[in-house]
Nanobody, 115 residues
Framework: QVQLVESGGGLVQAGGSLRLSCAVSGSIVRLSTMGWYRQAPGKQRELVASIISDGRTNYADSVKGRFTISRDNGKNTVYLQMNSLKPEDTAAYYC?????????WGQGTQVTVSS
């Protein structure tokens, strides 16, 4: 079973930066579609950014130019660098890995941006 463990969340002021990490069990990062999702209270979970096996990335319009997804295949880790954070970025952030059609989720990490 694939395990994903997120870290790096916290409280930051608007305009600040955070880097989230997602450590993945097994050497599957390079084979998987990896994504970061977020869910704010009372809202549906939404895709923030994704990276596929060939390295191509995709971003939600709301984070383009501010967030960057990357991966380190050797460390089996995926990152989400978040800059110019806004209060509306406040949410629980979840890492997702899709491997051979199976979706796997981490437990989430909270990001709170104060105004």
């Amino acid at each position: 079973q694939v395990q994903l463990v997120e870290s790096g969340g916290g409280l930051v002021q608007a305009g600040g930066s955070l880097r989230l990490s997602c450590a993945v069990s097994g050497s599957i990062v390079r084979l998987s579609t990896m994504g970061w999702y977020r869910q704010a209270p009372g809202k549906q979970r939404e895709l923030v950014a994704s990276i596929i096996s060939d390295g191509r990335t995709n971003y939600a319009d709301s984070v383009k130019g501010r967030f960057t997804i990357s991966r380190d295949n050797g460390k089996n880790t995926v990152y989400l660098q978040m800059n110019s954070l806004k209060p509306e970025d406040t949410a629980a952030y979840y890492c997702n890995a899709i491997l051979f059609g199976v979706s796997n989720w981490g437990q989430g990490t909270q990001v709170t941006v104060s105004s």
